[in-house]
């Protein structure tokens, strides 16, 4: 059995090296195609170190561009992979440009295609990554879903054939690492354990618009009267708060350098509550058994705010929302026992045989 797996962003990369050593325990051959779309593949760090994250065997070096323009190339380099491999099945992870891709010309050679993370829905419906994701399950033939949610949006588009609840192989990997965390940056600010709030920004639509940005700081300021703040803060962020003359809303805030996906994990493991407008952290803070208020419209992880763990806020209430202080019970196996992976490769094992 040959197994194709198409990457081409560092999350992507990620979760195809944590499928890949149960390809390799079970003897399956898995060719690693990546399409060049993002990340420097030769970056070192704890990921490659402990994952042993292996070079590609191609690289479609598509490169930068417009979506149509990307997806195009890489569709044309892909299908010239695909003609020579002729592999037995397609892996295909989230849902970027690559993913898309990779879906619709597997699909068109008649190559099975498999999507990891599938049945994540989105508002609003037109942004890519919401086209990429819809477009990809509905010509995928074999659905692994991290979550139960993911499973029913799917039954509701009428996708209920070769739909598999596996849980979220990214939680596979925070168990993996989580005796490796390290509280470096927590030791050093000498902080107190469930008495900060971590901080990450850095969506388009919260700090490019100075409006907006000048308001979610000046909640963040106002909390910090309360609460210390820890701020990692993302280089776009920073350069729009200095663009925008917004400095003077960051004093009193504990303003940091970006820290290391350890150190990070470390902060969140012994803050009180994460505010965020990023996709992973949701989901980590979850998996540390913190809220995440979530400062965006919508969420790909509608299940963690269905079940009232993490919030939704926007410029207008963040500090409001924040600083409830309700307990809710936690929502144990949202996605999955940690060994996604696993459920992964023993679903395709039995497809192959049938």
Not at 243 to 258: N, R
Not at 298 to 304: A, K, M, N, Q, S
Request: glycine share 8%; aromatic share 8%; charged share 30%.
């Amino acid at each position: 059995m040959k197994v194709l797996s198409l990457v081409g962003a560092r999350p992507q990369i990620i979760k195809e090296a944590v499928l890949h050593r149960r390809f390799k325990e079970k003897g399956i051959k898995e060719v690693l195609v990546h399409s060049g779309q993002h990340y420097d593949y030769n970056m070192s760090d704890v990921f490659f170190e402990v994952l042993q994250i292996r070079k590609p065997d191609y690289n479609l070096n598509v490169g930068s561009g417009t979506h149509g323009e990307m997806t195009g190339k890489i569709m044309i380099e892909f299908e010239k992979v695909l003609l020579k491999e002729r592999p037995d099945l397609v892996l295909v992870y989230g849902d970027t440009n690559t993913t898309l891709a990779g879906a619709l010309v597997s699909a068109k050679l008649k190559i099975p295609v498999a999507h990891v993370e599938a049945g994540i829905r989105q508002k609003p419906k037109d942004m890519p990554e919401e086209i990429n994701r819809v477009v990809t399950d509905h010509v995928s033939q074999i659905l692994f879903c991290p979550s139960e949610l993911a499973v029913e949006n799917l039954r509701k588009e009428g996708i209920t054939e070769g739909v598999y609840f596996t849980g979220d192989v990214m939680y596979d990997l925070f168990l993996e690492m989580e005796n490796r965390f390290r509280y470096d940056v927590f030791e050093e600010l000498n902080l107190k354990e469930n008495d900060y709030v971590l901080v990450t920004l850095h969506r388009d639509f919260n700090v490019d618009d100075p409006v907006k940005l000048k308001k979610i700081l000046s909640h963040l300021k106002e909390v910090s009267r309360e609460k210390r703040v820890v701020f990692p803060i993302h280089p776009r962020t920073k350069k729009r708060v200095k663009e925008f003359g917004l400095e003077g809303l960051l004093e009193g805030i504990e303003v940091i350098d970006p820290v290391d996906y350890l150190n990070l994990m470390g902060l969140v493991k012994k803050c009180w509550k994460v505010v965020t407008d990023s996709g992973g952290l949701q989901k980590e803070a979850y998996f540390a058994r913190k809220q995440a208020v979530v400062v965006m419209p919508d969420t790909g992880w509608r299940e963690l705010v269905e079940a009232g763990w993490n919030k939704l806020a926007s410029e207008e209430n963040l500090s409001d929302v924040l600083m409830q202080e309700d307990e809710p019970d936690y929502p144990d196996g949202l996605y999955g026992d940690g060994n996604a992976a696993g459920r992964i490769v023993e679903v395709i094992e039995r497809w192959y045989q049938t």
